[in-house]
């Protein structure tokens, strides 16, 4: 049966959820975020998973999230462990090599995972991103611009790439 650890972090933007498996950190709830959260990422994708609250072994992922809500970090230095499937995983990777203060199109995302008409899959797979701010699917926009969709709300969306823009801390 696999462990899995949980714990609660007070963030500038309000609570956090973090959990992490033997292999890494696999899930990061942010605060008002929609869709089911914690228990239905454990439903979906641990479903044996015994959960064990607490905070040593998230304690190296907290700290690099609040570094990176701080204006103090740019890049995170963690082991992940995203569950997802192999589309998903693609447009989580490609995710993660967009540099701190960039952003994409949905469209450039499909390209660059090799499938350019699937930017309503990108989307999707975006959406159910399990490690926000970690895997940056923040800077995710629309073609034309607008901010599209975002777990954690619009008004944290634009929060944070305008930080990511000016290089300083989100408050």
Known sequence: MEIVHTTHVDSPIGSLRLATTSA???Y???PNASGRGMRG???RCLPQARCIEGFAPNRRAAAQ????LEGKRTDFDLE???RGTEFQLRVWNALREIPYGETRSYAEVAAQVGAPRAVRAVGTANGANPLSLVIPCHRVIASGGKLGGYGGGLDLKARL????QRAGPLF
């Open 41 to 43: 990422w454990l439903h």
């Open 24 to 26: 890494g950190l696999a």
């Open 161 to 164: 790439l305008a930080m990511e």
């Open 65 to 68: 999230v609040l570094e990176y």
């Open 28 to 30: 990061l709830e942010l």
């Open 80 to 82: 992940l462990d995203p």
